[in-house]
């Protein structure tokens, strides 16, 4: 069952629309890009890649290795 985006906590709205709209609706599709894919979504920004990979790791999660 795939996990909503959504579900990732301390992570500011604007971060997540930015993924949504790069086609990253569920955590386990966010965790199949790495920290390079990320850092390329239009609008994330730097706060928001160190957000979502905090975010990531309090759920026992991480993107994957490049």
Do not use: F, W
């Not at 990253?24 to 966010?30: A, F, G, P, R």
């Not at 199949?32 to 975010?55: Q, Y």
């Amino acid at each position: 069952m795939d996990t909503p985006l959504n579900t990732l906590k301390n992570v500011n709205k604007r971060c997540l629309k930015a993924l949504e709209s790069a086609g990253m609706d569920t955590v386990e599709k966010l965790c199949a890009m790495t920290m390079h894919d990320l850092g390329k979504v239009k609008g994330i920004g730097g706060v928001g890649v160190v957000e979502t990979m905090r975010a990531l790791s309090e759920i026992g999660m991480k993107l994957r290795e490049a």
